[in-house]
């Protein structure tokens, strides 16, 4: 007998559009919290009472090193969680714990290694993304407090994908919600009354991060889970650490290509930027990424929200209703990021005002946000052809026209334009709508033709009877796959700051 959620959870009947507006929602409220928790130092900093243009630039300066901390943490984090899923749906519950203990071992040890990696290089490592005498002493005040909590950040982020896979969604989202609530609370505390500055936001995180790693902690070992968290698992063995690391790689690649944008952005601005411009361009960058960020937000989940609709009537052999999910994610995605195209180019100053009060900063600005905002909507294109694919299970495909759009268009593009001709720092802004452009088109319209071959060949729909059988089978065959490619396109989306940097 079917129940009110069976009914409303069967993707292959009713309305497409409300299915996924429905799904959309929540995916979007648990993003903006966790995207909260990043924007609220960059938004702070960037108002501080004097010298705020350099402390948010030397702020920037610091997010490949914790972007590079987010990749290991996916490396560890998206390759464990799946896994620990399988061996649950076997029953094969002492081994999906030792998956859980390795894991955590993992992120641990590398958490470590990452910390006495960073502090003896860090000032070349901060000079070489791009920082100047002038932006280098408040990087490194930030780094050298928020290292001390990379054990933190990463257990916290890293294991809390093992309370999800058991169906604790809901303690999953109190992970990300009560660090937010704690960072947002704690931040004009320490950089503002206590007058600590960037360093005031770096002690903020860290406690925050400490809230959420000890939620994860305390509820993995207790008594609420199926799986539990046991000392006797913490013994790292090589085939299990090999089997998470193969399925985590991709998720690491994914965020590992975002801060090599990063370093290649900030960079080449300061090479070309000339002495006087190339912090406050980097601060620029900063700044037009953070906005980013926000005004993507809800395509990403609209995106996200197709997946398990697209997911289930595959499985269903529900073709045209495929086909509907899709034309209606990309329809919303490309009116809503024309819309706020339009804003973005009629608005630059009061935008850019929300991360910065400088008001050199916010004048050259200007001009570089209407070149990297240009022809905005078409990163829909690139978003509905990724999320499409991964709800079609083809996780190779949709990691492939990210790093396309990324690695092979941005990085070249970025270093080569700023000296071609006159464009110098322009060229830097430039790589920026180029990549939407082809990259956006490129996945879309490959997205396209595979839909499109899929429905030529597409056999009768199933019986009503069998539809739920049948798209649960197809799920529980695809669940190794789809699992990762929906972890690694969610990595690379929410997390870290400016997670989609570029």
């Known amino acids: 007998m079917n129940t009110s959620d069976d009914i409303k959870n069967d993707f292959s009947k009713g309305s497409v559009r409300k299915h996924i507006v429905r799904l959309a929602v929540p995916m979007t409220v648990a993003m903006l919290v966790q ?27 610091t997010f490949p090193i914790v972007t590079l901390v987010l990749a ?18 076997r029953h094969e519950t002492a081994h999906a714990e030792k998956i859980m203990g390795n894991t955590f071992t993992a992120l641990l040890g590398c958490s470590l290694l990452v910390m006495a990696l960073c502090y003896p290089l860090m000032k070349p490592i901060l000079y070489l993304f791009g920082a100047s005498d002038a932006t ?6 930030y780094l050298n407090i928020y290292l001390i909590g990379t054990p933190l950040v990463m257990l916290a982020t890293g294991m809390n994908g093992f309370i999800n896979v058991q169906g604790y969604t809901k303690y999953g989202m109190v992970t990300v919600a009560a660090g937010a609530v704690v960072n947002i609370a704690l931040d004009p505390l320490f950089i503002f009354v206590f007058e600590m500055g960037v360093k005031g936001a770096a002690v903020a995180t860290v406690l925050s991060q400490a809230v959420s790693a000890a939620w994860v902690i305390l509820f ?18 090589a085939r299990i650490l090999k089997s998470i690391v193969a399925l985590g790689t991709t998720g690491f690649v994914m965020n590992a290509s975002n801060g090599a944008v990063q370093i290649a952005c900030n960079a080449t601005l300061k090479s070309v930027g000339g002495v006087m411009l190339a912090d406050m361009y980097i601060g620029i960058m900063t700044a037009l990424n953070s906005l980013r960020d926000v005004v993507s937000l809800p395509i990403q989940g609209l995106t996200n929200a197709s997946q398990p609709v697209i997911g289930y009537n595959l499985g269903a052999g529900q073709y045209k209703r495929i086909w509907n999910a899709m034309a209606f994610t990309a329809v919303i995605g490309v009116s809503y990021m024309a819309v706020v195209w339009l804003i973005l180019f009629l608005f630059p100053k009061p935008l850019l005002s929300i991360f910065v009060e400088d008001a050199e900063l916010i004048d050259l600005g200007v001009p570089a946000m209407h070149l990297y905002f240009f022809g905005f909507f078409f990163m829909a294109f690139q978003f509905t052809g990724q999320s499409t694919f991964v709800g079609l299970g083809k996780a190779k495909q949709a990691v492939f026209f990210s790093l396309f759009r990324k690695i092979i268009i941005v990085v070249p593009l970025t270093l080569l334009l700023p000296h071609i001709g006159t464009l110098g720092v322009n060229g830097v802004f430039i790589a920026e709508p180029i990549s939407n452009l082809i990259g956006g088109l490129a996945s879309f319209l490959t997205m396209i033709f595979t839909l499109r071959k899929m429905l030529k060949t597409a056999p009768a729909p199933l019986p009503e009877a069998e539809t739920a059988e049948a798209a649960a089978e197809a799920a529980k065959e695809a669940e190794p796959e789809a ?16 997670e989609e940097q570029k």
């Not at 280098?136 to 005040?141: D, F, L, Q, S």
């Not at 993995?220 to 063995?237: H, I, M, N, S, V």
């Open 483 to 498: 699992a990762a490619a929906i972890e690694a396109v969610e990595a690379e989306q929410l997390p870290a700051p400016s």
């Open 220 to 237: 993995l070992c207790g008594k609420k889970t199926t799986l539990r968290l046991r000392k006797q698992y913490f013994k790292p063995e």
């Open 136 to 141: 280098y002493p408040y990087a490194a005040e």
């Open 72 to 89: 290991f943490t996916n490396l560890f984090g998206t390759g464990g969680a799946p896994l620990c899923s399988i061996d649950r749906g």
């Open 35 to 61: 995207m909260l928790y990043n924007l609220v130092d960059r938004i702070y900093i960037g108002h501080l009472p004097t010298d705020s243009a350099n402390a948010f630039t030397g702020l920037g300066l």
